[in-house]
């Protein structure tokens, strides 16, 4: 939780306690083959969200630099930019320096101490529910509550950061919200904190999806021509465009003049117009959506401050959270009182 506090205090989006597997095993079971302790994603200047590993050991029996050799490999897996190693004992200087070489931090708490100091004046004052290690245990948990919601819990907790391909993360996501439209109640808080944290994780998606095409055409200049190739990219480029449009055409029995694509598709393309306005502001949405969420899970007990400094200082995350928000709930069939709800919190965030 002092990693979380960190990550967040300095505006980045984390997660927790994610098992990792390998995707392409042929075991029936997919085989854990390691976890990961924290996670953050930390927005850069080019609106991109840059992936950091965070572990906590005692080692007790095995030395600090081993940890370090084993984050490294992780991180080579994951496509991670940064590791950091928080260590209840105390280090030698050497493996600090070997691990640096190799982009990581290694430190003791002490030396934590001492790092958020220097590096994270609003470690102490943050006022988020993502710093509640009870909401966590409390979210993670919701499927012993709600058996029939397991599928997208597990998705949310590890599921998600098993894929790499971000166009693959989108479409899936929006799978998942629609599968599980039946089993959620908009009065219901914990339903809605699942929802509103499964849109943040399409939001993290959406993010790259954004930036892609941002840096292939800035503006693009028709809807018709976005929409046409947009169409092309989210599936994969023209190949395994047409794969999967012929067996789509296959299962639907809607002929050849029939195109797969999202759900509410003209939505979606407007969506993806309106964002590239100002596409990296897209980055600072994944934190204020996640913090939306996990207040809602101690909603009455207690009045966090995060979201609506979120908001106050980047306004645009704000709209655009109620944008994609909108299109999720549209696009996954959800009851009109979710968006209604999801809506009222966003715009609640504005009064500061």
Request: contains cysteine; neutral net charge; charged residues 25%.
């Given at each position: 939780?002092?990693?979380?506090?960190?990550?967040?205090?300095?505006?980045?989006?984390?997660?927790?306690?994610?098992?990792?597997?390998?995707?392409?095993?042929?075991?029936?079971?997919?085989?854990?083959?390691?976890?990961?302790?924290?996670?953050?994603?930390?927005?850069?200047?080019?609106?991109?969200?840059?992936?950091?590993?965070?572990?906590?050991?005692?080692?007790?029996?095995?030395?600090?630099?081993?940890?370090?050799?084993?984050?490294?490999?992780?991180?080579?897996?994951?496509?991670?930019?940064?590791?950091?190693?928080?260590?209840?004992?105390?280090?030698?200087?050497?493996?600090?320096?070997?691990?640096?070489?190799?982009?990581?931090?290694?430190?003791?708490?002490?030396?934590?101490?001492?790092?958020?100091?220097?590096?994270?004046?609003?470690?102490k004052n943050v006022d988020s529910a993502l710093c509640n290690g009870e909401i966590w245990d409390n979210f993670f948990e919701l499927h012993k509550k709600y058996p029939s919601l397991n599928n997208a819990i597990k998705y949310v907790k590890d599921e998600f950061w098993n894929i790499n391909d971000s166009k693959l993360k989108l479409r899936k996501t929006l799978f998942i919200i629609r599968d599980i439209r039946r089993e959620?109640?908009?009065?219901?808080?914990?339903?809605?904190?699942?929802?509103?944290?499964?849109?943040?994780?399409?939001?993290?998606?959406?993010?790259?999806?954004?930036?892609?095409?941002?840096?292939?055409?800035?503006?693009?200049?028709?809807?018709?021509?976005?929409?046409?190739?947009?169409?092309?990219?989210?599936?994969?480029?023209?190949?395994?465009?047409?794969?999967?449009?012929?067996?789509?055409?296959?299962?639907?029995?809607?002929?050849?003049?029939?195109?797969?694509?999202?759900?509410?598709?003209?939505?979606?393309?407007?969506?993806?117009?309106?964002?590239?306005?100002?596409?990296?502001?897209?980055?600072?949405?994944?934190?204020?959506?996640?913090?939306?969420?996990?207040?809602?899970?101690?909603?009455?007990?207690?009045?966090?401050?995060?979201?609506?400094?979120?908001?106050?200082?980047?306004?645009?995350?704000?709209?655009?959270?109620?944008?994609?928000?909108?299109?999720?709930?549209?696009?996954?069939?959800?009851?009109?009182?979710?968006?209604?709800?999801?809506?009222?919190?966003?715009?609640?965030?504005?009064?500061?």
């Amino acid at each position: 939780m002092k990693l979380i506090r960190y990550y967040v205090a300095n505006e980045w989006f984390p997660h927790m306690e994610a098992e990792i597997f390998f995707s392409e095993g042929i075991s029936v079971k997919r085989k854990v083959v390691t976890d990961l302790d924290t996670i953050a994603l930390i927005p850069t200047n080019f609106g991109e969200m840059s992936f950091m590993i965070g572990d906590c050991k005692t080692l007790r029996n095995q030395s600090p630099i081993s940890r370090s050799f084993w984050l490294s490999g992780l991180m080579g897996l994951l496509k991670a930019d940064k590791g950091l190693i928080l260590l209840t004992k105390e280090i030698e200087r050497d493996h600090k320096q070997l691990s640096s070489n190799m982009n990581i931090s290694l430190m003791s708490e002490n030396d934590f101490e001492l790092y958020v100091s220097k590096t994270c004046i609003n470690y102490k004052n943050v006022d988020s529910a993502l710093c509640n290690g009870e909401i966590w245990d409390n979210f993670f948990e919701l499927h012993k509550k709600y058996p029939s919601l397991n599928n997208a819990i597990k998705y949310v907790k590890d599921e998600f950061w098993n894929i790499n391909d971000s166009k693959l993360k989108l479409r899936k996501t929006l799978f998942i919200i629609r599968d599980i439209r039946r089993e959620l109640n908009p009065d219901n808080k914990e339903h809605l904190a699942l929802l509103l944290d499964l849109i943040a994780l399409f939001s993290i998606a959406l993010n790259r999806v954004v930036l892609d095409i941002f840096n292939q055409y800035l503006l693009p200049e028709t809807k018709e021509h976005l929409s046409r190739e947009l169409k092309i990219w989210i599936w994969g480029g023209m190949d395994q465009f047409n794969y999967w449009n012929k067996l789509y055409q296959l299962a639907s029995q809607k002929g050849n003049d029939s195109e797969i694509e999202l759900p509410e598709w003209d939505n979606f393309v407007q969506l993806i117009r309106q964002l590239l306005e100002e596409p990296y502001a897209t980055s600072h949405v994944p934190l204020l959506l996640r913090e939306l969420a996990f207040s809602s899970m101690d909603e009455g007990v207690i009045q966090y401050s995060l979201s609506n400094q979120l908001a106050k200082k980047y306004p645009q995350s704000a709209k655009f959270a109620f944008l994609i928000s909108s299109y999720v709930c549209k696009a996954a069939l959800l009851p009109k009182d979710f968006n209604s709800v999801i809506t009222k919190k966003i715009m609640d965030t504005q009064v500061y």
